[in-house]
């Protein structure tokens, strides 16, 4: 099995790669700034006795997205990872003052990127007859936050590709999946302790989830291990810490 991972430099996109590679899959991940931390994921990966590959991938630039897909060779998982996190930070500034320019950024990348990576990958699964394709979103998506929207717009977008992309791939084999991201534990962007610990709190397990109990979730939708799950939105537990259920 050959899984392309992109934004699997860091984070849950590293995790998924060193899960992959301990199942005995072959892993390419992509990177877009990140080379020497992805020279050390790819390193990580090999000592599970598997092959990996690093491949650049800009979301943002669409003329990257094919050729990169075409260097990591055919693929059986795609794990749709990477994202633009975008130039306007959670109540920095009001809805109403977000640049249009920022909207489109976002949307081109996120949405239209991740679209393109699909096509990009599609036709392979296709002809094979099989083929499992993981989005990954987050919480932020459905639960919001205070200030500019394009962020979780765009994240939402994922789960209306995902239904109809089930719709679409299922005959052929091809199941496709989102895998929604609460607030996860993954060193990538650190928060104060304080309020990591009152999140926790609000969770039905009193504990966020880390990238490698995002990985597991994602290994899973991504693998044979799923058989006719596809168009479906699993949301991880930690996405309960900005819910109402607080006990």
Known sequence: MHVLITGGSSGIGAATALAYARTGADVT???NTG???AAEVVARVEEAGVRGAAVRLDLEDHATIAPAVAQAGPVD??????VRWGNVQPGSVAFEDVPAAEWSATMHANVVGNALLVQA?????RRRRWGRIVLVS????????PGPGPYGTAKMALH??????????GRDGILVNVAVAGLTVTGVRPFPQDVLDRLAARTPTRRLSTADDMAALIVFLGSAANH???GEIIRDGSNAGRSAHAI
């Open 29 to 31: 991940i992509t990177y």
């Open 228 to 230: 006719n799950l596809t």
């Open 160 to 169: 209306g590709m995902a239904r109809a992309l089930a719709w679409e791939a």
């Open 121 to 125: 990958v599609l036709p392979e699964m």
């Open 77 to 82: 998982a795609l794990v749709a990872n990477a």
């Open 35 to 37: 080379a020497d931390r």
């Open 138 to 145: 987050s919480g932020i998506g459905e639960e919001g936050v």
